[in-house]
């Protein structure tokens, strides 16, 4: 049973950093492509950053390439979305997912396991 836990969000004001983990239990977390995505009030939930299971290949929103950075580490099982110069419009709950395929999606279908979500809330 795949169990993900998200933190690191909060309230800041625009242009601060945050880092958000997702930490996993009962089961390895190599195994496993994971993504970020996010969503704001009235929203559909949207792809943000993903990374496959080596970590070898990361992909971006194409809006947010160059703000956000996915990484992972293994032995601490955990995965970690590093935010920089956050927008107002960045506001939103942020959710990990999991997936046992190897290919990495930016669809939420294609991800069968989920964290309950971290506020993100960036005032101007």
């Known amino acids: 049973q795949v169990q993900l836990v998200e933190s690191g969000g909060g309230v800041v004001q625009a242009g601060a950093s945050l880092r958000l983990s997702c930490a996993a239990s009962g089961v390895t977390l190599s195994s496993y492509t994971m993504a970020w995505f996010r969503q704001a009030p009235g929203n559909e939930r949207e792809f943000v950053a993903g990374i496959s299971k080596s970590g070898g290949t990361t992909d971006y929103a194409d809006s947010l390439k160059g703000r956000f950075t996915v990484s992972r580490d293994t032995a601490k099982n955990t995965a970690y979305l590093h935010m920089n110069n956050l927008k107002p419009e960045d506001t939103a709950v942020y959710y990990c997912?999991?997936?046992?395929?190897?290919?990495?999606?930016?669809?939420?279908?294609?991800?069968?396991?989920w964290g309950q979500g971290t506020q993100v809330t960036v005032s101007s």
């Open positions: 997912a999991a997936t046992a395929n190897s290919l990495l999606y930016r669809s939420k279908w294609n991800y069968g396991y």
